[in-house]
């Protein structure tokens, strides 16, 4: 398996990561480890150490898809993961609303720095973003 860094500025021994990754909790695709965060896409699994992560929350986004005769919104869950300075380090989608919140709740107990959950901005009136 090749171990990619989330930040350019990582680097951690690769028998190590492997160990870390095998003895993980498993929130496919996501895992947790003793020292990182792991999650896969591919053949590649990122990691990041949890002292990197200042902010989680759960995004919820709106897809259309084709049901039968007809277009129907299908909410896909995600969860995102901010470094430093609030930038989005990535967005991992997940399978259902239970699976991305238990996620956040192990990620708030294991990143201790981090702020859990989603804080709108000041001038925006809802929670739904348009992109």
């Known amino acids: 398996m090749k171990f990619l860094p989330l930040q350019k500025d990582l680097t951690a021994d690769a028998a190590a990561l492997e160990q870390e990754y095998q003895a993980a909790e498993d929130f ?3 895992k947790l480890g003793g020292a990182h965060l ?3 896409t591919g053949r590649k699994v990122y990691y990041l150490p ?3 992560v200042t902010r989680c929350f759960r995004r919820v986004e709106m897809v259309n898809a ?10 896909m869950e995600s969860v995102v993961i ?8 990535a967005q991992i989608r997940l399978a259902t ?23 709108r901005a000041p001038d ?8």
């Open 50 to 52: 949890y002292g990197a």
């Open 97 to 119: 609303e239970r699976l991305s919140k238990a996620l956040l709740e192990a990620l708030g107990n294991r990143c201790e720095n981090a702020e859990i959950g989603y804080v």
């Open 38 to 40: 792991f999650f896969k």
């Open 82 to 89: 901010c470094g430093e300075g609030e930038q989005e380090l």
């Open 28 to 30: 496919t695709p996501a």
């Open 124 to 131: 925006q009136e809802t929670a739904v973003r348009y992109v």
């Open 66 to 75: 084709r049901m039968g005769c007809c277009n129907q919104g299908i909410p």
